[in-house]
């Protein structure tokens, strides 16, 4: 990059992870090989970083360049922003009601089957203004923010209209218009049957392919389309033709896959090349190999498992071996994941899926960025990269999911701009 000053160096950095080094998602051992630098420095200009390294190449690349400002990291640990890309941001209302019931041990698709869980988000976003549902997402990405995350997924799907699948996007482009933080847009008109479609889920299916995901299209309001394929909600058979439509459209292809019953989602993911696949906890190892062969990117969601007191983990392990990328994400949704914390999640995906802190930076870093058709702008600190960074009060890697369930950030950079300090 060629530049006339450095608008900020960050210097003093006591352990910095700039995820350099690998072009494109990381499988197998590239998840571990993430580099701790002693002393190292990071210079940005234009929004951008210029030299991300020790301290003294970086200093040495930016001689004889006016610095119009210099933040001290005093010894702290530097990681490029978090990314998370799998959320549910944009809805109305909350479910702690149905805490009782998972407490009398009531499953999540059993609440659903009875018209609650998903369904009763879907009535109280159909009910909330756009007013409402903006500031209510406003609420939830500052707080994301707050805890480190830079570039956030966003998926619709508590419409289930058309009106109110486009209500939703909207909202999520407004809020990506007016907050530091950047969204990514998922449309997912297929996340549940809705209520005046049930037993005629074939219908629906139509309504998504014929008059929603052409709507959007032209609209322009999302990059990717997401299927709930699940027992009970849509077959494998009908998500194959949601997303195969979705990608003559020109969408990328999401696909929540596998997460309770072993459905063939993972395999189908593969098939189709999808960009990711989700949950996948009941995912056979085929569907594993099926998706290293199409490029899939794994998305684990430990937090949802915990959450819905599931006694199975995603085998993360056994996809890292096989050489699928893992990315790691919230989830965040009123039901099964109410949370906004990725650092939260670092401290499940290393308990729970037994990652590494390594891996699961990895997965919050280029893999998730990639997981989201970013990889070529955010996730790691490279030259030309977007300059989102985040500042731990911590000294070490290791130290964010061992010391866990509060915030450890200190300051975000988003952009080259302090957003949070
Ligand atoms: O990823 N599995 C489907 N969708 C969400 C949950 C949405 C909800 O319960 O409101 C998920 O877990
Ligand atoms: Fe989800």
């Known amino acids: 990059m060629n530049v006339q000053q450095v608008d900020l160096l ?24 993430v580099s701790h630098l002693e002393n190292g420095a990071v210079a940005i200009a234009d929004g951008k970083i210029v030299a991300a390294g020790p301290e ?94 830079t570039t956030v997924e966003a998926k619709s799907g508590y419409g289930l209209t058309l009106e ?61 389309c997401d299927v709930f394929c699940e027992h009970g909600v849509f077959t494998v058979e009908q998500s194959r033709r949601i997303l195969t439509a979705a990608k003559e459209m020109g969408f990328g292809c999401k696909i929540h896959a596998d997460e309770i019953e072993p459905m063939g989602g993972a395999e189908l993911a593969g098939e189709l090349e999808c960009i990711s696949a989700e949950h996948l906890l009941a995912a056979t190892d085929e569907g594993f190999e099926q998706m290293r062969q199409g490029g899939v990117i794994a998305v684990c969601l430990p937090a949802t498992s915990f959450n819905l007191r599931l006694q199975k983990h995603a085998r993360a392990r056994k996809m890292i071996e096989m050489g699928v990328p893992v990315a790691l994400s919230t989830d965040y949704n009123p039901g099964s994941s109410p949370t906004e914390s990725l650092q939260l999640v670092m401290t499940l995906g290393c308990l729970n899926l037994r990652m590494t802190p ?26 030309g990269k977007q300059a989102d960074l985040v500042i731990y009060n911590a000294p070490n890697l290791a130290y964010l999911p061992y010391h866990f369930g509060i915030n450890h950030v200190d300051t975000v950079i988003k952009k080259g701009k302090t957003v949070v300090s």
Do not use: C, W
């Not at 080094?21 to 051992?29: I, L």
């Open 358 to 383: 390594e891996e699961v930076i990895t997965a919050m870093t280029i893999n998730a960025a990639y997981a989201i058709g970013r990889g070529d702008v955010i996730g790691s600190l490279e030259p």
């Open 164 to 224: 109110d699948e486009l209500k939703q996007l909207r909202v999520a482009k407004r809020v990506n218009e007016t907050h530091p933080a950047d969204l990514v847009s998922t449309f997912m008109g297929a996340h549940a049957v809705p209520e005046d479609y049930k037993g005629r889920s074939g219908d629906y299916v139509n309504l998504v392919i014929h008059e929603m995901l052409p709507e959007v299209k032209r609209q322009g309001l999302a990059e990717f």
């Open 10 to 33: 960050v210097y003093n950095i006591g352990n910095l992870v700039t995820m350099q080094g690998h072009p494109g998602p990381r499988a197998g051992e590239a998840m571990s090989e």
């Open 56 to 149: 003294k190449e970086v200093r040495d690349r930016i001689t004889g360049l006016y610095v119009a400002e210099e933040l001290d990291a005093q010894g702290r640990l530097v990681t490029p922003g978090l990314v998370d890309p799998h959320t549910h941001l944009v809805h109305g209302g909350s479910r702690e009601h149905e805490l009782a019931l998972k407490l009398q041990g009531v499953s999540y698709l059993d609440i659903l089957a009875q018209g609650g869980g998903i369904l009763s988000t879907v009535r109280a976003t159909r009910r909330a203004t756009e007013e409402e549902l903006y500031r209510k997402a406003r609420r939830s990405l500052d707080i994301m923010l707050l805890y480190g995350a």
